[in-house]
């Protein structure tokens, strides 16, 4: 079983940055995939950016030059830098954990201001 423990989210101007961390914890086989999805009020839950244990990334095109996924495979974390930040960003930020089987962190909050 896997654990997800979020961190980082907030409230940020437009144009801002904003670093999400995500550790995860338990027992699971070293080949994953984790990142983040968001949903935005009265939307559906929708992809931000993965990456994969090799390091393999895939971004939403409305992220890409804005955001950078990363990870850390000897901590089993993964980190979102934001940079950039536009209103359309606010949204609950989920980390998630793929082997497999899927694992989704609580949320954390990110907002931002115009």
């Known amino acids: 079983q896997v654990q997800l423990e979020e961190s980082g989210g907030g409230l940020v101007q437009a144009g801002g940055s904003l670093r999400l961390s995500c550790v995860a914890s338990?027992?699971?086989?070293?080949?994953?995939?984790m990142g983040w999805y968001r949903q935005a009020p009265g939307k559906q839950r929708a992809l931000v950016a993965t990456?994969?244990?090799?390091?393999?990334?895939t971004y939403a095109d409305s992220v890409k030059g804005r955001f950078t996924v990363s990870r850390d495979n000897a901590k089993n974390t993964v980190h979102l830098q934001m940079n950039n930040l536009e209103p359309e960003d606010t949204a609950v930020y989920y980390c998630?954990?793929?082997?497999?089987?899927?694992?989704w962190g609580q949320g954390t909050q990110v907002t931002v201001s115009s």
């Open positions: 338990g027992t699971f086989f070293s080949d994953s995939t």
């Open positions: 990456i994969t244990t090799s390091g393999r990334t």
């Open positions: 998630i954990f793929r082997a497999g089987y899927v694992t």
